[in-house]
């Protein structure tokens, strides 16, 4: 009797309390302490685009958590063959709490396989290839046999797909050149970055969207898709293989969460991008 009231004014509010939707950001950059600031100053250069934390981990996760954020999958890129294994070094040391890592191998690389295994057993969560910045062709036989060997281990691989400021004049992977790799390798789980293509969704919609070894991130989307063309595109592609992501520190939480929120996307179909679908993909707790 004594605890009847208080408890039942909880269970009261909690009802009538609308729940609150978590957000992970499966999509974000942050640098070694030593060579974050330079390396914002440079991307920022090529890019044109401002950044919007001080490019550290411990920034990183200060800005997510003030943007109501509960972490993040940080991706890394190794943009030559004697980054690989000081780049998933950082990327093994930098996973604790819900920060999470992919790691990188560079194509072409004489030990880029080795490296796959090595990435496993440091426990990193997939491997990120950015094909502008790594300058090679997705279609190209040395990062076919990369795809072949990550597709054995179970390695996820996530692609920066569509147009890059970095190499204006040519698009390194078109959807539909990741529309083949994904016939190609059906085991192999691909995650397709910014929609399926930055500023191609016309492309995405052809030629990736609906595949079930693939996902799309939402990464950076509001820079180049309105509501109604992102809500088009997860409904043909799949509202349970997209996930929430803002490419940070090139985008923030609150800017790619309002084009999420202002889609007429259902409220499950939300917190499925938002936080679930990530969850089952990394086989993590948010
Ligand atoms: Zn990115």
Known sequence: MFFGKPLFFFISIQKGRKPVMKYFDAHIHFFPDNLAEKALTRLSQVCGCPYYTGGTREDTVKKLTAWGCEGGMAYHIATNQKQQSSVNLFASQSQEGNIYCFGSVFPGAENALEELHRMKELGLHGVKLHPDYQEFLVKEEAAMAIYEEGEKLGLPMAFHTGRDPYSPQLV????KSLGEIADCFPKLTII??????????????EYLAGKKNVYFDTAFASHFLNPQQLEELIRLHGPERVLFATDCPWSTVPAEKELLEATGLSAAEKEAIACRNAEELFEIQI
Not at 172 to 175: A, D, I, N, R, T
Not at 192 to 205: D, S
């Open 172 to 175: 390194h992977c078109h959807p």
């Open 192 to 205: 397709a970055a910014h929609m399926g293509g930055m500023e191609l969704p016309q492309e995405a919609a």
